[in-house]
């Protein structure tokens, strides 16, 4: 994630920003899934996990309204 999140900040176009967040969007969310995983079988750390969950599906709202904008603005230059 980090390494194209670095990248879509240095995109030379709208459209490889967007293409680079959208991937920043697909990894992020697989993350989310393993944290799900993990949240079932570490039930010890269950509070850790949803908290770190919670904050990691704001953080992939953000990606999403991110690539959203990008869009819009792309459409309307």
């Known amino acids: ?3 194209n999140y670095r ?3 240095r995109a030379k176009s709208t459209a490889v920003f967007i293409n680079k967040f ?3 969007e697909e990894e992020w969310d ?3 899934y393993f944290i799900e995983i993990l949240i079932e079988l570490k039930k ?3 509070i850790i996990l949803k ?3 919670s904050e990691g599906s704001e953080i992939l709202a953000i990606i999403v309204k991110s ?3 990008a869009r819009t603005n792309a ?3």
């Open 22 to 24: 959208k991937i920043v």
């Open 30 to 32: 697989e993350t989310l």
């Open 51 to 53: 908290s770190i969950h």
């Open 75 to 77: 459409h309307t230059s």
């Open 44 to 46: 010890e750390d269950e």
């Open 1 to 3: 994630m980090g390494a």
């Open 7 to 9: 990248a879509s900040q």
């Open 67 to 69: 690539i959203r904008t």
